[in-house]
């Protein structure tokens, strides 16, 4: 069986062990969103690259682009209840407004396991990370 495909896997392959060294802060942070599907999809093989997430540039850089996916999403959501306020009608915006909920609530769970892992340094608590998100992970885009 192949392995399955992910970013930090596939650059560390390219690149191998001090591929994290190598990247950019803002190669970090535009890749979230990427970063974030493979966790949730449970593609990320921690046994192989989850040292990744101990180091600082890379988490800190992570952390910010969850934190900018937050926001962005954020915004959406509460101005898409602004108008079901004043347009209940509205085709789909209901289904549009549950969507940004799920959405926020995979960003604000990975925010705080990531938090936690800058705390302690243990990044064991990534490990129910697909378990407990799989059933979402067609929201995210």
Known sequence: MAKPYSYISNMYNQNGPEWVLMIRPEDIQRNTKRI??????????????????LDLKFLENLIIGVKNELEINGLNYTACCFMFEYYPNYPNLGAHITHLDRVI????????KLESIKITGDIGCLADISSSLYNLRNHLN
């Open 105 to 112: 609530f995979i960003y604000t769970t990975i925010l705080t």
């Open 36 to 53: 974030i599907k493979d966790m949730v999809k449970g593609t990320i093989p921690y046994e192989e690259v989850g040292s990744c997430f």
